[in-house]
């Protein structure tokens, strides 16, 4: 199983957007409905932010959501912040009891 | 608060073995699917295997690179899950996470033990 793609880097400003891919096949991304997202500061533990390509577990805010084309998902993190800072990586379910992740990708708010 | 914790990293050499533990609290760890994950030096993550919980059969499924060379296992009775690693390669060097997984999604995780394989 390969690796879902994700571009290495994105940035923005505050209070804008910005949209993080997540590339992977037709035996996972585009296969199931089961994309999950994930933050991740360095040296902590990381935070689930959206799983069933679009649902957002209680506490995480409304500024981030997902959506899924196909075989590609994506994250977008409205209204960005300074604590946004981070690195995000995607989840996919990939059957037979699998999963695949992403490349992640390190956000710059600028 | 959940926590998970992840203990016993280190160095070790090629060919060595290894055991992690991964104890938890703040959630009902008997009742929930556990697993292993690793992130080699900037590389992404990589799912390493699962355990059901004990009441399901505890079934327990790994990924083709570690199949034959790692066991997860875990003590419902400690809160603790575990990883042994045997026969540990250059390629095995990495921060290792331990996660529950809940419906096709990782809702809780550690922050990561780090294992170095000398060659």
């Known amino acids: 199983q390969s690796a879902l793609t994700q571009p290495p880097s994105a940035s923005g400003s505050p209070g804008q957007s910005v949209t993080i891919s997540c590339t992977g096949s037709?035996?996972?991304?585009?296969?199931?409905?089961?994309v999950s997202w994930y933050q991740h500061h360095p040296g902590r533990a990381p935070k689930l932010l959206i799983y069933?390509?679009?649902k957002r577990p209680s506490g995480v805010p409304d500024r981030f959501s997902g959506s899924k084309s196909g075989n590609t998902a994506s994250l977008t993190v409205s209204g960005l912040q300074a604590e946004d800072e981070a690195d995000y990586f995607c989840s996919s379910y990939a059957g037979t009891n699998y999963y695949v992740f992403g490349t992640g990708t390190e956000v710059t708010v600028l | 608060d959940v926590q998970l914790v992840e203990s016993g990293g280190g160095l070790v050499d090629s060919g060595g073995s290894l055991r992690l533990s991964c104890t938890t609290s703040g959630f009902n760890f008997n009742a929930a699917w556990m697993t292993w994950v690793r992130q080699a030096p900037g590389k992404g993550l990589e799912w390493l295997g699962r355990?059901?919980?004990?009441?399901?059969?505890?079934?327990?499924v790994y990924a083709a690179p570690v199949n034959g060379r790692f066991t997860i296992s875990r003590d419902d009775s400690r809160d603790t899950l575990y990883l042994q690693m045997n026969n540990l390669r250059s390629e095995d060097t990495a921060v290792y996470y331990c996660?529950?997984?809940?419906?096709?999604?990782?809702?809780?995780w550690g922050q990561g033990t780090l294992v170095t394989v000398s060659s």
């Open positions: 996660s529950s997984e809940y419906w096709y999604y990782f809702n809780y």
């Open positions: 037709s035996s996972d991304v585009g296969g199931y409905d089961h």
């Open positions: 355990i059901e919980r004990t009441s399901d059969g505890g079934t327990v």
């Open positions: 069933d390509v679009t």
